[in-house]
C-alpha cells in the first residue's frame, strides 16, 4: 500500500498543536502605506513648495570656509540634510520592496543606512500585508470539492487532536495508546484515497485539493529555501508569475495552521495551487479503493470446528502484514543550541546520573533529551576542548580571532601571521591559519579535567553548509559583536551564546553578565551567569596572573556581557566584551540572521544555520537541570515501583522463558533464532525497544525511535520481520512479535524481560516481613549487572531518555541497596556490601550507598574505611571529602576521628 503522507512538522515542534498566524492589524498597515507616501511623495513636494530645490555653491574656494555663517547658510545646509535623507529613505524603500516581492534572502544592505533601513523594513512589510488582505475573496476561500463516499480509517487519522507538545510526544515515542478511529466491517463497501503523484494525502487534505494541479513545498537543501519564484520559474516557465500562484493560494490554511500572506513566507509542506498550465506538478486525484479484502477478513468461519485454527492463522496473517503499509518517518529536528552544546549538555546529564541528582522533568524536557542525545557531537566537542587545553603550552600562546572545526581538522584564523607552528600544526595563508588534522589532537591532562583554557571567550555561532561548526574567539573582537536581522532569531542567537558561556568546560574562567535576556538562564547555569539591571552593576575584570607584566599576554580575567533589546549603553564606549543587538557604529563583528535561522558572519563571509536558544528549549533544559521537590522533614519514604506486572513475575518464569530481554545492563536479547550479525544491534535495539512498550507501539513510531534521522517505510518494514523470523513463535504457531487490533507491535507472553521481574520482586518485598524482605531485595539485585543502557553503541538508544526506564531502575536498584544494607548490616555485612556494590554499579557516586560502604568498612578496621574514602576521592576527582558531600565528610569524621585523607596525585 503507498504510504500516508504525514501532515506533521519534523523534531520537537511536530508535537505542537498548530495556532493559527496572527495577521498584522489592517490599521497598523494603513498607517505604514501613509507614511511612506507622505515621505516619498509628500515631502519633496512640501520642500519644493517651501524651499526649492537645495542651493548649490557658485564657486568652489578657501572662502567658503572662512566666511561668515549666515541664517542663510544654516537653512542651507538643513535644506541639503533634509534632501539627503529623503533620497536615503527612498532609497531604501526600493531596495526592500524589490526584496520583499522577489522573496529571495536578506534585501541589499545600503550604506549608512542600518536604522533607516530597519525602519523601512518594517513599514514596507507591514504596507504589504495591507495586500494580502485585500486579495479576492473568491481567491481565499477554500477551494470546494465535490461530495464524495466516506474515507477509510487509514486516511482519517486526524493531526488536530494533539492539544500540546508533550501529549503529542508521547504519541509518537510511545505508541500512542489513544485507539484510531475505525469503521466497522460492511458498514461501506468502498472507500477512497487522494493521491498527489506516489504520495497518498490525508482526506481533509485531499477532499480540499482534489482536481487541482498542487506543489509541495520542499525542505531546505543546504543553504537553499525553495521560493515562490523560483517555483514559479520551474513550474510556468517565468519567475515572475509567481503572483498567479500567490492569488490563487492567499489566505487558505496550510496544514500546519498558517496560511500565505506575503509572496515571500512560505515553508516546508505547505500545499501549493498552481496554475493549469503549471508543467510537471501532478493533480490530486480520488482513487476508489474496493475493501473485499476487509469484508473476507470479517467474515464467520464456516465451521465450528475451525474457529481456533481460523483465530490463529488470522493473527499469524496480521503479524506477517504488521508492517505492510508503514509510512515513511521524516527525520527529527535537531535542537537549535547545536551540536556542541547538546554534547556539553549531555556529558552534563551523565554526570548528574552518576552523583544521583534528582529531578522531575517533564515529558517535553525528556523529548528534548532524546533529541539532545541524537544531535550531540561528542568526539567533535572533545576533539575541540582537548586543542584548547593544548593552546596554553604552545610556544607564542596563540590566539585566533575564530575557530573552524569539522571532522577532518581543526582550523585556527590568527590576526596576526605565526609562520612557525609547532608540529604536528601545520600552516596555510603564510601562517594566518594553523590546521591540525582529527586524531592528532593531544591528549587530555590528567588530573585537571574540569580546568578553563586561554579561550574562556569562545562560543559557536552556527554550522556551514558542509558541517564545519564556526567559532569566534569574543575575547579577541576588540569591539562590539552585532547581531542583527530577525529580532527574535538575533535574541535567540545571543541568549545562545550566554548559554554555552555558561557551560561549556573551557569557558569556566570568564565572567559573564547578563542584560535582559531570559531570567531561566540562571535556573540552567547557575553561578557562571549573573544577571544584571545595567552596565554599572558590573564588577572590573581582575587580574588573575602577577606575571603578565614579564610574559605580555593578557592575564586578566575577561569580562563578557550578553544583552538583546537594551538601549543602556553608547556602543563602544566601554572596557567590555560586549555581545548586542542594535546599531553597528563601534562593532567590530556583525553577525545578520534571518528568519529561517541563518546567519551570515561579515568578518568571515560565511553563512551558517545559527546556533540558537528557543524559549521552549530553555524551559527543557531548566526541567532537566532543576532539582526535584525536596521531601518533607522526616520524610522517609521510597521511590514507588512503577506498574508493577500482572501476574507477578519470578527469577524462575525469566530463566525458563523462550525469549529473554535484558536491559539491567548491557543490553542483550537471548533467543533460538539465527540473525545476521550485521543486524544484530540494530534488532536488539527494536526487541529492548517493545519490551519497555509494553502496551505496543505503532511501526512508524519504533522507525522513529531507532532512525530519528529519517527513514522510509520499506526498512521499517523490513526490520520488523527479520525481527519477527529471529524471534520465532510461540507453542501455537502465533509469532512472538505481533499486532493488535489497533495496529500496535507488542510481544507475547513467552517474552521476559529482567526489568519487569525486578519491578515484580520489588513490589513483593514491599509487602514482606523484614526477612523475607532481604530475600527478595537480595534476589531482585542479583539481576542487575550494571546501568541499563551501558555499553549501547554510539548514537543509539536515544529514546532510552524519553521511556523513564533508566531514571525509574536507577532510584529502584539504589533505594533497593540501601534497604538491604540496612537490614543486614549486623546480621549479614557480607550480603550488604555485595548489595552496596551492585548499587554503586549502577549510581557510582550516590553518596548514600557510598556512606553504607565507609559504616562497612569502619566494622572491618580504620585500614579499610581510609582505603574506602581515597576510592571515593579517586572516583570524585576530589581532593578532601569535605567537596564531595558535607554528610558523607561528618560521617568520616565520626568514623575515624583527626584522621585527614586527601586524593593522591601524580
Not at 515529558?363 to 593544548?390: F, K, Q, T, W
Not at 530553555?618 to 518533607?632: I, Q, R, V
Not at 542483550?668 to 525497544?689: F, H, M
Not at 559504616?855 to 578532601?880: I, P
Request: net charge negative; proline share 8%; glycine share 8%.
Amino acid at each position: 500500500m503507498t504510504p500516508t503522507l504525514q501532515r506533521t512538522a519534523p523534531g520537537p515542534a511536530r508535537f505542537r498543536a498548530p495556532t493559527p498566524e496572527r495577521r498584522e492589524p489592517l490599521w497598523r498597515s494603513i498607517l505604514s502605506v501613509l507614511v511612506l507616501g507622505a515621505v516619498i511623495i509628500g515631502l519633496p513636494c512640501l520642500l519644493l513648495w517651501q524651499a526649492g530645490l537645495p542651493p548649490l555653491p557658485r564657486h568652489l574656494d578657501a572662502s567658503l570656509l572662512t566666511r561668515a555663517v549666515t541664517a542663510e547658510t544654516v537653512l542651507g545646509v538643513l535644506s541639503w540634510v533634509v534632501w539627503l535623507a529623503w533620497l536615503q529613505f527612498t532609497v531604501c524603500t526600493v531596495v526592500e520592496v524589490i526584496s520583499a516581492l522577489r522573496g529571495r534572502g536578506l534585501p541589499a544592505h545600503v550604506p549608512l543606512a542600518g536604522g533607516t533601513q530597519a525602519l523601512v523594513r518594517r513599514l514596507v512589510t507591514s504596507a504589504l500585508v495591507l495586500g494580502a488582505v485585500a486579495a479576492p475573496a473568491a481567491v481565499a476561500a477554500p477551494v470546494s470539492a465535490p461530495e464524495l463516499p466516506p474515507v477509510a480509517t487509514m486516511q482519517t487519522q486526524a493531526a488536530d487532536t494533539t492539544p500540546s507538545l508533550s501529549q503529542a510526544a508521547a504519541s509518537a515515542t510511545s505508541s500512542a495508546d489513544g485507539p484510531t478511529e475505525a469503521s466497522s466491517p460492511g458498514e461501506q463497501a468502498q472507500s477512497v484515497r487522494y493521491m498527489l503523484g506516489d504520495t497518498e494525502l490525508p482526506a481533509d487534505i485531499g477532499a480540499e485539493l482534489v482536481g487541482q494541479r498542487v506543489y509541495v513545498v520542499q525542505p531546505p537543501a543546504g543553504r537553499y529555501h525553495d521560493n515562490m519564484w523560483d517555483i514559479a520559474e520551474r513550474t510556468l516557465g517565468d519567475g515572475r508569475a509567481y503572483q498567479q500562484i500567490y492569488d490563487l493560494n492567499v489566505g487558505r490554511v496550510q496544514p500546519d495552521g498558517r496560511s500565505l500572506e506575503l509572496a515571500r513566507l512560505i515553508q516546508p509542506g505547505w500545499y501549493l495551487i498552481v496554475p493549469e498550465s503549471a508543467q510537471d506538478v501532478d493533480r490530486v486525484v480520488a482513487v476508489p479503493v474496493e475493501e473485499t479484502a476487509q469484508a473476507d477478513a470479517s467474515a464467520p468461519s464456516a465451521t465450528a470446528s475451525s474457529d481456533t485454527a481460523a483465530g490463529t492463522s488470522d493473527t499469524v496473517a496480521a503479524a506477517s502484514n504488521a508492517a505492510a503499509a508503514v509510512p515513511d518517518v521524516p527525520p527529527a529536528q535537531m535542537p537549535a543550541i547545536g551540536a556542541l552544546m547538546a554534547a556539553t549538555f549531555t556529558a552534563i546529564l551523565a554526570d548528574r546520573r552518576r552523583r544521583a541528582i534528582a529531578a522531575a522533568p517533564g515529558d517535553d524536557a525528556l523529548e528534548l533529551e532524546r533529541l539532545m542525545r541524537v544531535g550531540a557531537d561528542p568526539v567533535r566537542a572533545d576533539r575541540l576542548y582537548r586543542i584548547l587545553r593544548s593552546l596554553g603550552a604552545v610556544s607564542g600562546r596563540p590566539e585566533p580571532y575564530a575557530v573552524v572545526i569539522d571532522d577532518a581538522a581543526c582550523r585556527l584564523l590568527l590576526p596576526r601571521p605565526l609562520p612557525q607552528p609547532p608540529l604536528p600544526w601545520t600552516t596555510d595563508d603564510d601562517g594566518s591559519t594553523w590546521s591540525l588534522p582529527s586524531g592528532d589532537e593531544p591528549a587530555a591532562p590528567a588530573g585537571d579535567a574540569d580546568g578553563g583554557t586561554a579561550l574562556p571567550g569562545l562560543v559557536t555561532i552556527g554550522r556551514d553548509e558542509n558541517g564545519a561548526d564556526i567559532l569566534i574567539n569574543l575575547g579577541a573582537a576588540d569591539g562590539d559583536v552585532v547581531v542583527g536581522g530577525e529580532p527574535t532569531m538575533a535574541a535567540e542567537l545571543i541568549t545562545a551564546l550566554a548559554l554555552e558561556l555558561g557551560t561549556n568546560p573551557w569557558s569556566q574562567g570568564a565572567l559573564a553578565y547578563t542584560l535582559g535576556l531570559p531570567a531561566v538562564l540562571q535556573r540552567i547555569v547557575g553561578d557562571r551567569l549573573h544577571a544584571v539591571a545595567s552596565l554599572d552593576d558590573i564588577s572590573p575584570a581582575r587580574a588573575v596572573d602577577p606575571d603578565s607584566v614579564l610574559t605580555g599576554q593578557r592575564h586578566t580575567q575577561q569580562t563578557f556581557v550578553l544583552t538583546s533589546g537594551q538601549e543602556a549603553t553608547k556602543p563602544g564606549q566601554h572596557d567590555l566584551s560586549l555581545v548586542r543587538t542594535g546599531p553597528s557604529r563601534g562593532a567590530r563583528w556583525r553577525i545578520e540572521i534571518d528568519a529561517s535561522g541563518m546567519a551570515r558572519i561579515d568578518p568571515l563571509g560565511v553563512a551558517v544555520t545559527a546556533t540558537r536558544a528557543t524559549g521552549e528549549e530553555l524551559d527543557a533544559l531548566a526541567g532537566l537541570l532543576g532539582s526535584a521537590a525536596p521531601a518533607p522533614p522526616g520524610d522517609d519514604s521510597r521511590p514507588p515501583v512503577p506498574d508493577p506486572p500482572q501476574p507477578p513475575l519470578s527469577t524462575v518464569a525469566l530463566r525458563s522463558a523462550a525469549i529473554r530481554i535484558l536491559v539491567l545492563g548491557p543490553a542483550s536479547v537471548e533467543a533460538p533464532g539465527t540473525v545476521d550479525p550485521d543486524r544484530r544491534d540494530r534488532l536488539t535495539e527494536a526487541a529492548i525497544c517493545l519490551a519497555l512498550h509494553p502496551r505496543g507501539i505503532r511501526p512508524e513510531a519504533l522507525g522513529a525511535m531507532l532512525w530519528p534521522l529519517g527513514v522510509t517505510g520499506d526498512v521499517v518494514a523490513a526490520m520488523v520481520r527479520r525481527l519477527r523470523d529471529w524471534l520465532g513463535t510461540d507453542s501455537q504457531g502465533i509469532p512472538h512479535v505481533r499486532q493488535d487490533e489497533e495496529g500496535r507491535l507488542l510481544l507475547g507472553p513467552d517474552v521476559v524481560c529482567d526489568w519487569d521481574v525486578l519491578r515484580s520482586l520489588l513490589s513483593a518485598s514491599r509487602r514482606s516481613d523484614i526477612h523475607r524482605e532481604a530475600e527478595l531485595l537480595l534476589e531482585a539485585l542479583r539481576l542487575v549487572r550494571g546501568p541499563v543502557g551501558a555499553g549501547i553503541p554510539a548514537g543509539g538508544y536515544a529514546w532510552l531518555a524519553r521511556v523513564r526506564t533508566a531514571r525509574q531502575a536507577d532510584a529502584l536498584v539504589t533505594d533497593a541497596a540501601h534497604r538491604a544494607a540496612q537490614l543486614l548490616h549486623d546480621t549479614d555485612p557480607d550480603g550488604a556490601a555485595l548489595a552496596v556494590d551492585t548499587g554503586l554499579r549502577v549510581v557510582d557516586l550516590d553518596q548514600r550507598l557510598w556512606r553504607d560502604r565507609l559504616r562497612l568498612a569502619a566494622a572491618r578496621g580504620q585500614d579499610e574505611l581510609l582505603d574506602e574514602v581515597a576510592a571515593l576521592l579517586n572516583a570524585t576527582g576530589a581532593d578532601e571529602v569535605a567537596e564531595v558531600d558535607p554528610a558523607t565528610a561528618a560521617l568520616v569524621e565520626e568514623l575515624a576521628p583527626g584522621a585527614s585523607v586527601r586524593r593522591a596525585t601524580a
